[in-house]
């Protein structure tokens, strides 16, 4: 079955340490969401891309986040420096190009900032 | 801007009853609204979307639900509930005009007592 792929699937780390999160979408899906889970906030949506350009990044802190489409396969996710207030699961989800298409997601990656 | 409401924390059903999960939303236009699932530790998995027509959407397992415009509301539902179903649940929208931006609810916890 085609899935979206998350590395790595844990991340403990120190504060200040940078933090790069990868996310290979469904071969052929063209839009890709990054999310972040935690208990207080829910589901947040941090950044979007359709054909690898950014549409939206309004929900990710600018000054320590950042997110990027090297190519097609590949979507990352960068923390610099991290903060324990960036402990969360972080998931990735691809979707076919058409809007009324469902999201597939990855397994996540759990994230502690010590 | 979109926004989900899920005005329930959790929900507690005996097996063989049946269950609703409820869901609200508020959209600039007209919804595509999507249900999700979440077991332990996996990420999120899709149920079942409305797109356009028919108000009574079917999806996986059993699951089904209800889009009622006048109440802005997409409440999930199953005739007969079971074990198995014991998870996290969650309502999304996006605007159906043509953009990508998917937002959840905040989840709401299902018990199904045996």
């Known amino acids: 079955d085609a899935r979206v792929t998350q590395t790595p699937r844990h991340k403990v780390t120190e504060m200040g340490q940078e933090v790069t999160m990868r996310c290979q979408p469904i071969l052929g899906h063209n839009t890709v969401f990054w999310y972040r889970q935690t208990m207080m906030q829910g589901l947040e949506l941090l950044a979007y891309f359709r054909n690898r350009a950014p549409l939206d990044d309004s929900g990710m802190p600018k000054d320590r986040f950042s997110a990027e489409m090297p190519d097609a396969t590949l979507a990352t996710l960068k923390i610099q420096p991290s903060e324990p207030r960036d402990s969360a699961v972080y998931f990735c989800?691809?979707?076919?190009?058409?809007?009324?298409?469902?999201?597939?997601f990855g397994s996540g990656t759990q994230l502690s900032v010590l | 801007a979109q926004s989900v409401a899920q005005p329930e924390d959790q929900v507690n059903v005996a097996e063989g009853n049946p269950l609703t999960v409820k869901c609200t939303y508020s959209?600039?236009?007209?919804?595509?609204l999507f249900w999700y699932v979440q077991y332990p530790n996996r990420g999120l998995q899709f149920l079942l979307k409305?797109?356009?027509?028919?108000?009574l959407v079917k999806g996986s397992y059993g699951f089904e639900a209800e889009f009622n415009k006048s109440q802005t509301s997409f409440h999930l539902k199953k005739p007969s509930a079971l074990v198995s179903d014991s998870a996290l649940y969650f309502c999304?929208?996006?605007?159906?005009?043509?953009?990508?931006?998917?937002?959840f609810g905040a989840g709401t916890r299902l018990f199904v007592k045996a």
């Open positions: 959209v600039s236009g007209n919804p595509y």
């Open positions: 989800a691809s979707a076919l190009g058409t809007s009324n298409e469902k999201l597939f």
């Open positions: 999304a929208v996006r605007e159906n005009t043509g953009g990508f931006k998917t937002i």
């Open positions: 409305y797109i356009t027509g028919d108000n």
